[in-house]
């Protein structure tokens, strides 16, 4: 289906693909690093993936992210 030359969805047909115009990525040989450093900086947006990879989960839980934790060891016996 064609789309409309003033719609966001307009793509044009280049080097036996579709290319999105509205696609703000770099584009290149050599845009690998730039697209991992944007990638990686932008992770840091989800909520899931800060929970997990921050570590404060661990020293603010006094179980210290045990899964079977019985308690929280006062005193040693025996």
């Known amino acids: 289906m064609p789309s409309?030359?003033?719609s966001p969805q307009a793509?044009?047909?280049g080097?036996?693909?579709l290319t999105n115009l509205c696609d703000?990525?770099?584009s290149g040989?050599?845009?690998?690093?730039k697209l991992r450093n944007s990638r990686r900086e932008n992770k840091w947006a989800d909520k899931g993936y800060k929970k997990k990879h921050l570590g404060?989960?661990?020293k603010s839980n006094?179980?210290?992210?045990?899964?079977?934790a019985?308690?929280?060891?006062?005193?040693?016996l025996g």
């Open 24 to 26: 703000s990525k770099p």
């Open 15 to 17: 080097r036996g693909r």
């Open 4 to 6: 409309l030359p003033g």
């Open 56 to 58: 404060t989960e661990f």
């Open 29 to 33: 040989i050599r845009a690998g690093r």
């Open 70 to 76: 019985k308690g929280i060891v006062l005193e040693k």
């Open 11 to 13: 793509s044009e047909q």
């Open 62 to 68: 006094p179980f210290g992210g045990a899964s079977h």
